[in-house]
T-cell receptor, first 117, second 113 residues
Framework: GAVVSQHPSRVICKSGTSVKIECRSL??????MFWYRQFPKQSLMLMAT?????????EQGVEKDKFLINHASLTLSTLTVTSAHPEDSSFYIC????FGTGGYEQYFGPGTRLTVT | DAKTTQPTSMDCAEGRAANLPCNHS???????VYWYRQIHSQGPQYIIH???NNETNEMASLIITEDRKSSTLILPHATLRDTAVYYC??????????????FGTGTQLKVEL
């Protein structure tokens, strides 16, 4: 299957600072990328959907000014958590969708563990 | 998208087949059944998907009932590395940007010696 990478895999930052997480599709061009968040012992929650070159679409309850998404190319999307607070500590997972032999397929990155102190 | 119901947890002996059920009684005719799994602290991994015919790949088999109201994911020879949360998702055909994959609570499969 196609490979999606994320960087960094884990990050610790101080409250009030901003953190950028990169998501790359390594061997394919993604038509759409998605960002999810997962708190301990909970399921994945979709945060936003982004298409290359256009503004991201955020799910209800997700602050677009706090979680900035940039989708500059077909292989790279970034999520910036601005003015991070301890409650933003979570596991952030990106996902990329591509048109494959069986139609559209969606693959996930390994996740980024964010801890805000 | 149709809702799904899965058992919270299941146990399986290593080497035996793991059969994970999923109920999706409100599925509509153009909705697919997708299975993903998530090993602890990793991103979800695609397993298989199907519309109405049974499907098999190198990872698993997907059996969908004739009325499409339920399905079973079969791991033919479970290993310890198959311990994970398994998600059954019913969704219309994936398009370029629409039809978003949303995850329920899934089934925690524990494979034991």
């Amino acid at each position: 299957g196609a490979v999606v990478s994320q960087h960094p895999s884990r990050v610790i930052c101080k409250s009030g600072t901003s953190v950028k997480i990169e998501c790359r599709s390594l061997d394919f061009q993604a038509t759409t990328m998605f960002w999810y968040r997962q708190f301990p012992k909970q399921s994945l929650m979709l945060m936003a959907t982004s298409n290359e070159g256009s503004k991201a679409t955020y799910e209800q309850g997700v602050e677009k000014d706090k979680f900035l998404i940039n989708h500059a190319s077909l292989t790279l999307s970034t999520l910036t958590v601005t003015s991070a607070h301890p409650e933003d500590s979570s596991f952030y997972i990106c996902s990329a969708r591509v048109f494959g032999t069986g139609g559209y397929e969606q693959y996930f990155g390994p996740g980024t563990r964010l801890t805000v102190t | 998208d149709a809702k799904t119901t899965q058992p919270t947890s299941m146990d399986c002996a290593e080497g035996r087949a793991a059969n994970l059920p999923c109920n999706h009684s409100t599925i509509s005719g153009n909705e697919y059944v997708y299975w993903y799994r998530q090993i602890h602290s990793q991103g979800p991994q695609y397993i298989i998907h199907g519309l109405k015919n049974n499907e098999t790949n190198e990872m698993a088999s997907l059996i969908i009932t004739e009325d499409r109201k339920s399905s079973t994911l079969i791991l033919p020879h479970a290993t310890l590395r198959d311990t994970a949360v398994y998600y059954c998702i019913v969704i219309g055909v994936l398009t370029g940007g629409g039809n978003k994959l949303t995850f329920g609570t899934g089934t925690q499969l524990k494979v034991e010696l």
